[in-house]
């Protein structure tokens, strides 16, 4: 299975991560406008995980598809708009 | 010769450094995301980069707008300066050109053919960002924690979409998340130069030939800045930096009377005596960079040279306007600086040790277009 991570930031700062929680090794590092895939292994637990950071109003989008699908990680789409400074942080943990 | 192939070496090595490492991923797909988002794409920094700008551009932190600029000093000659600079979302890196120009010039000429001409300094800047933000696995876990009580409050589809922000909203959840730390960006900034001065100057007394002779002093830099936070708020910029700074100071000029030849007349001649001593200096500078409004910026900054022993105190006051996006500076730049340099040992009166420079800037984007990808 693979997954694709596609990220775009706009006026803004973005970093996304996916980690092996089992081993903690970092597979995959984004940063702002950015695409990028990797196979994943069935069983093993994922950290999904992104940063934003501003100063000022800013966009950013995050797409993650798991080819082919599975009912272990639904089509995610993330996108916000900030107003002003900001810094966020979201993420999730999943297991194909 | 070696002074001038070091930069350069710095240069490419960097330059292949950064394509390295915008190469990484798929290219063509890469493209493709990018294109759709590069025209409008200005991160965040390089608003706060505009914002604590200064046209001087002697601060720790590196303008990031290509510009040309005149600065006056009292009783000292006025410098023409020209600066090229290139951003990526991470790096800001150029070449600056300075040069003396005196009062009958009417042109400054950094460079000629056999390479730098007197009083001019050439200078290399590398402007890197710095952010590592991931959590820890127990500041992960307990994110999940309270983003779990958050989506079961209120009643979330796809918890997943939930942020640190969301649950700051919420006032029941918001104390939890004061265990989390989260990581703020902060930039390196390492430049090099290096400045041709020329001398006179005789080290015969009986003939008082005047020897020509040129030296390259350079000077290495490396500041670290940190943006000072006030809750989400970018509310100013602190940096330490330290200099290892050379120069040259000519000898003592000496007054010479001299018959002319059997007449009863003298011809009197000044020339310099002995040759030109090597200073070398250690400064460590601590700078606070605040801006108020839109238009005006300070940025106090101390500096103290361990060789020389000096201290040196300095006030800039910036006058900068920027576009309504705060994405480019905006017409002419100015700002008038404030200095007061001592002996650490005895105080200068303030009439010796008070100087004041102003300075005016147009900003220009001749870099600007380039795209790396």
């Known amino acids: 299975m693979v997954i694709t991570i596609a990220t775009s930031a706009s006026q803004g700062k973005l970093q996304c991560y996916l980690i092996n929680n089992d081993s903690y090794s970092k597979l995959l590092v984004l940063k702002d406008d950015d695409l990028k895939k990797i196979s994943l292994v069935k069983g093993v637990s994922y950290r999904f995980e992104w940063h934003v950071v501003g100063s000022q109003d800013a966009q950013y989008k995050i797409i993650v598809k798991v080819d082919p699908p599975h009912a272990g990680f639904a089509d995610?789409?993330?996108?916000?708009?900030?107003?002003?400074?900001?810094?966020?942080?979201?993420?999730?943990?999943?297991?194909? | 010769m070696k002074f001038f192939l070091l930069p350069c070496l710095i240069f490419v090595v960097a330059t292949g450094a950064l394509l390295a490492q915008q190469a990484t991923g798929s290219p063509n797909e890469k493209r493709t995301v990018n294109s759709s988002v590069y025209q409008e794409k200005k991160d965040e920094v390089t608003k706060a980069k505009v914002q604590y700008a200064s046209p001087f551009d002697r601060s720790n932190f590196?303008?990031?707008?290509?510009?040309?600029?005149?600065?006056?000093?009292?009783?000292?000659?006025?410098?023409?300066?020209?600066?090229?600079?290139?951003?990526?979302?991470?790096?800001?890196?150029?070449?600056?050109?300075?040069?003396?120009?005196?009062?009958?010039?009417?042109?400054a000429v950094p460079v000629e053919l056999e390479g730098l001409t007197d009083g001019a300094t050439f200078e290399f800047n590398l402007q890197k960002m710095w952010w590592k933000p991931e959590l820890t696995s127990q500041e992960f876990e307990l994110f999940q924690a309270i983003k779990k009580k958050y989506a079961v409050l209120h009643d979330v589809d796809d918890p997943r979409?939930?942020?640190?922000?969301?649950?700051?909203?919420?006032?029941?959840?918001?104390?939890?998340l004061e265990a989390i730390r989260l990581r703020r960006p902060w930039f390196v900034n390492v430049s090099y130069s290096l400045t041709k001065s020329s001398y006179t100057y005789a080290v015969d007394s009986v003939d008082l030939t005047g020897i020509d002779q040129s030296y390259l002093s350079p000077r290495f830099k490396l500041a670290f800045i940190f943006p000072l936070w006030k809750e989400d708020k970018i509310n100013g910029l602190f940096s330490l930096s330290y200099t290892y700074f050379t120069s040259y100071s000519p000898g003592d000029e000496i007054t010479v009377l001299s018959p002319l030849g059997t007449t009863p007349n003298y011809l009197s001649q000044t020339i310099t005596f002995g040759e030109p001593t090597k200073e070398t200096d250690n400064r460590f500078n601590i700078e606070w960079r605040k801006r108020y409004r839109d238009a005006i910026g300070i940025a106090p900054s101390l500096?103290?040279?361990?060789?020389?022993?000096?201290?040196?105190?300095?006030?800039p006051v910036y006058f900068i306007k920027t576009e309504e996006n705060e994405q480019k500076l905006r017409g002419l730049q100015g700002g008038i600086r404030l200095s007061y340099e001592t002996d650490m040992e005895e105080l200068a009166s303030w009439q010796d040790g008070f100087n004041v420079q102003l300075v005016i800037a147009l900003p220009f984007d001749v870099l600007g277009d380039f795209r790396i990808d």
């Open chain 1, 76 to 96: 995610f789409t993330w996108e916000k708009d900030y107003q002003g400074s900001h810094q966020d942080v979201g993420g999730f943990n999943f297991i194909l």
């Open chain 2, 303 to 315: 500096t103290c040279g361990i060789n020389s022993k000096k201290i040196a105190f300095s006030l």
């Open chain 2, 161 to 176: 979409l939930v942020t640190w922000m969301d649950i700051k909203k919420d006032s029941t959840l918001c104390g939890q």
């Open chain 2, 62 to 107: 590196s303008t990031i707008v290509s510009n040309v600029s005149l600065s006056s000093t009292i009783n000292e000659k006025t410098t023409g300066k020209v600066d090229l600079k290139y951003n990526t979302p991470n790096l800001t890196y150029g070449f600056s050109a300075s040069q003396l120009i005196g009062e009958a010039s009417k042109e």
